[in-house]
């Protein structure tokens, strides 16, 4: 899979970051390390580096950009061969519809099947999809018409689930702790904590997001 000069450029100096500093670089890091001055611009080209596989996203504490699976090997110094080696095959994952205040989720029996790239699912199973609907998650690069993958698991503590509250509202947040109880928070400073009156339940753990236009319904 081909890269563009400057997409390869900015994910040389990720793997380097990566390797001298032990930890993820932010955007505006990227762009000084490649002599960019347009932070906006290097999101773009990481968001394409995701989606061609290369790149991607770890959702637990915080929303650290990291090497793909497939790309954690050693590298010449020119083009590398990993770089050009096509990312395993997409795979069919049930869209179910949007996250946005509602009732719970369409069933599966329902679903329109959406094609999921390898560097999101990476053999996970129990996968589905959502739209985002708002703005709520902005600071964690979470935008509106997004699509988000979650896997139907346990959540943890700093986990971005789509949680239902009391058995009526669907919503996307941060799930935390604040004494002991579990609350919903966005990533956006205007809105505030979302607490339920009685019931919380976690309905998927985001793995994955692919940015609107990126994907096709199969």
Known sequence: MDLTKRQLAVLQ???KFLESEGRSPTLK?????????????????VQH???KGFLDRSHGKGNNIILAKETKTSQPSTVPGWMTEEPKRARSVPFCGDVAAGTPLLP???????????CIHRER?????????????????ILDGDLVVL?????????????????????LKRLVRL????????????????????????????????RRGAATAG
Do not use: C, W
């Not at 599966?108 to 390898?118: D, F, G, H, T, Y």
């Open 125 to 141: 199973q129990d996968l589905f999809v959502l739209r985002v609907r708002g703005d709520s998650m902005v600071e964690d690069s």
């Open 13 to 15: 100096h990720i793997r």
């Open 179 to 210: 004494r002991g109880r579990p609350i919903l928070r966005a990533a956006n400073k205007r809105y505030r904590d979302i607490v339920p009156e009685r019931q919380l339940e976690s309905q998927g753990v985001l793995v994955g997001l692919i």
């Open 29 to 45: 890091e990227i762009a000084d390390g490649v002599g960019s001055s347009a932070v906006s611009t290097i999101h773009k080209h």
């Open 108 to 118: 599966e029996s329902r679903a329109i099947p959406l094609e999921v790239p390898n």
């Open 49 to 51: 580096l995701i989606d």
């Open 151 to 171: 896997e139907r698991r346990e959540p943890r503590d700093g986990d971005v689930v789509a949680a239902l509250v009391d058995e009526t509202t669907t919503t």
